[in-house]
Nanobody, 123 residues
Framework: VQLQAYGGGLVQPGGSLRLSCAAS????????MGWFRQAPGKEREFVAT????????YYAGSVKGRFTISRDNARNTVYLQMNSLKSEDTAVYFC?????????????????WGQGTLVTVSS
């Protein structure tokens, strides 16, 4: 499974941004996709996850109500819509995929990773 994340950029506080993650390769083996982020000097942290078939979602408390994860199976793409962005959302965002389990929140549970895309929230 190969993942390609894109859509990062500079946005003002309170603004919105949508990240995309395109999957290719052994798509049918994917069980769930997730978004993680890593700020400078901090560990990689869970943001959101969605099951590939049923579309069940789970969010970190820090983004719940502001971020929405969704998927388009026809396009093999997962999205992260980020609204009401705050400076503390600044980080490199990564998409990931796994082949088993649901609501997985730990990086070690995802064997496949895309390259990161930088999101900077600043005025």
């Amino acid at each position: 499974v190969q993942l390609q994340a894109y859509g990062g950029g500079l946005v003002q506080p309170g603004g919105s941004l949508r990240l995309s993650c395109a999957a290719s390769g052994d798509i049918f083996s994917i069980n769930a996709m997730g978004w993680f982020r890593q700020a400078p000097g901090k560990e990689r942290e869970f943001v959101a996850t969605i099951t590939w078939s049923g579309g069940s979602t789970y969010y970190a408390g820090s983004v719940k109500g502001r971020f929405t994860i969704s998927r388009d199976n026809a396009r093999n793409t997962v999205y992260l819509q980020m609204n009401s962005l705050k400076s503390e959302d600044t980080a490199v965002y990564f998409c990931a995929a796994n082949q088993k389990g649901s609501y997985n929140r730990f990086p070690s549970e995802y064997p496949y990773w895309g390259q990161g895309t930088l999101v900077t929230v600043s005025s």
